[in-house]
């Protein structure tokens, strides 16, 4: 039995279900698993978008035409923004830390890294758009992107939406 008073703890129901922890406890358990989150999308995003600055320095890259010019720059913007919101978790927690608000700073940190895994998704989309138009130039190419589209959001959001809907109580929504 906890000696804590039940008002700090995420199970005050007393039926058992759900973790014995303070608010505390909860914020530093929920910061440690964003963090983890957070490295794997920040790998992928920063590989992709180092990627992505250096092939304005390819030789054949004057030979793009204005559209996939265009869709270059946006690739490389939507992957400059991604790597930012991706980021700007870790800077979120040391200009805060310290602060005893470490609950509102995982709050504010998972908007952040939902909105870097949007940007990241519109990142792969454009680039591609890009690699296979240029690799192709094929009218298929807007349906396959398509496809690996509806694949990212089944993977990325649909799925785990069906989970939490799922398998949560509706008394703990």
């Not at 054949?60 to 720059?73: A, C, G, P, Q």
């Not at 992107?145 to 939406?161: K, M, T």
């Amino acid at each position: 039995m906890s000696t804590r008073p039940a008002h700090d703890q995420t199970d005050s129901t007393g039926d058992g279900r759900g973790r014995d922890e303070t608010q505390e406890e909860r914020a530093d358990r929920r910061w440690g698993e964003l963090m983890q989150e957070i490295r794997v999308a920040q790998t992928g995003v920063q590989i992709l978008f180092g990627f992505l600055l250096t092939v304005v320095f390819a030789p054949t890259f004057v030979d793009l035409s204005d559209t996939n010019r265009t869709i270059y720059v946006v690739t490389v913007s939507l992957g400059a923004a991604a790597t930012g919101a991706l980021i700007g978790p870790v800077s979120f927690h040391r200009i805060v830390a310290g602060r005893r608000i470490k609950p509102q700073t995982v709050v504010w940190a998972s908007r952040l890294t939902f909105i870097g895994l949007v940007l990241l998704l519109a990142t792969l989309t454009s680039a591609l758009l890009l690699v296979l138009r240029v690799a192709t130039n094929d009218s298929f190419v807007p349906w396959l992107v398509a496809g690996l589209i509806a694949w990212y959001l089944l993977c990325w959001y649909a799925l785990p939406l069906w989970v939490r809907h799922r398998y949560t109580d509706r008394e703990e929504d």
